[in-house]
Structure formats: C-alpha cells, structure tokens
C-alpha cells in the first residue's frame, strides 16, 4: 500500500462503493461484499492498534454492509 498514490485509491474505492450503492440487484450486491471483503483485510492489518471502541464501530460497519450486501443479492 506505500507505493499506491492515495488520491487514485480514495478514488478508485469512491467509485465502486458508488457503484455497488446505485447498482440494483446482484451486481450492485457482490459489489458491496467485494468492498467488505477489503474493509475487513484492512481491519484485520490496523486491529490491534484500535481501542475496544474503535474494534466494535467497525465490526459494527462491517456487520451492516455485509448485511445490506446480502439482502441486494437475495
């Protein structure tokens, strides 16, 4: 991740979170578990950094995106 240019990662994860959000149906659903799937990479790398608050506002994020992800695909 140093070596990617940051503005080009916020707005290439910007786009397809945009994406998966006006995307109906399947699509727009393996969309957000795609951005999950990243979230939770991400988190497991920064998890023990994080305070127990911290640890369950993301799970939390996590749980409702994987949650909303789902309910477009079913």
Not at 38 to 62: D, E, F, Q, S, Y
Request: charged letters at 5%; glycine letters at 10%.
């Amino acid at each position: 991740m140093k070596n990617l240019n940051p503005t080009v990662v916020f707005l290439v994860g910007t786009v397809i979170v945009l994406a998966a959000l006006f995307i109906p149906g399947v699509v727009g659903g393996v969309l957000l578990l795609l951005v999950a799937a990243v979230a939770a990479a991400l988190l497991m790398g920064t998890w023990h950094r994080l305070t127990l608050v911290g640890r369950g506002a993301r799970l939390v994020i996590l749980a409702l995106l994987v949650i909303t992800a789902l309910q477009r695909i079913l």
